[in-house]
């Protein structure tokens, strides 16, 4: 069984930063896949934030978050995080990493997941 373990959550002001990490146990799963980032709001759908194809370092992210938050990956820690920065009430959700994504032509953010982290609460207030 794959874990997937995300830590980072907080709650911050609007304009100010967080970085999320997310550990995977499986190293065969992590360097051959997508790993990514998702967030889910109450009374929303749960939905792509930012990934990162392993094996070439294709990074990809939701047009909302373009030029504000960053993924990055360390391979040889199987981990990747998630730098966000001037940070809006909008960005307040539950963050899920999620493992194993299978790259599709649109690349890792619509890649079917198999393993999902518990989540971390980031919370922005105006």
């Known amino acids: 069984q794959v874990r997937v373990e995300e830590s980072g959550g907080a709650s911050v002001q609007a304009g100010g930063s967080l970085r999320l990490s997310c550990s995977t146990s499986?190293?065969?799963?992590?360097?051959?896949?997508?790993m990514g980032w998702f967030r889910q709001a109450p009374g929303k759908e749960r939905e792509p934030v930012a990934a990162i194809y392993i094996p070439m370092g294709n990074k990809y992210q939701a047009d909302s978050v373009k030029g504000r938050f960053t993924v990055s990956a360390d391979n040889a820690k199987t981990t990747i995080d998630l730098q966000m920065n001037n940070l809006e009430p909008d960005d307040t959700a539950m963050y899920y990493c999620?493992?194993?994504?299978?790259?599709?032509?649109?690349?890792?953010?619509?890649?079917?997941?198999?393993?999902w982290g518990q989540g971390t609460q980031v919370t922005v207030s105006s």
């Open positions: 999620a493992a194993g994504g299978r790259l599709i032509g649109a690349g890792c953010l619509r890649a079917a997941y198999g393993y």
């Open positions: 499986d190293e065969y799963t992590y360097m051959r896949n997508c």
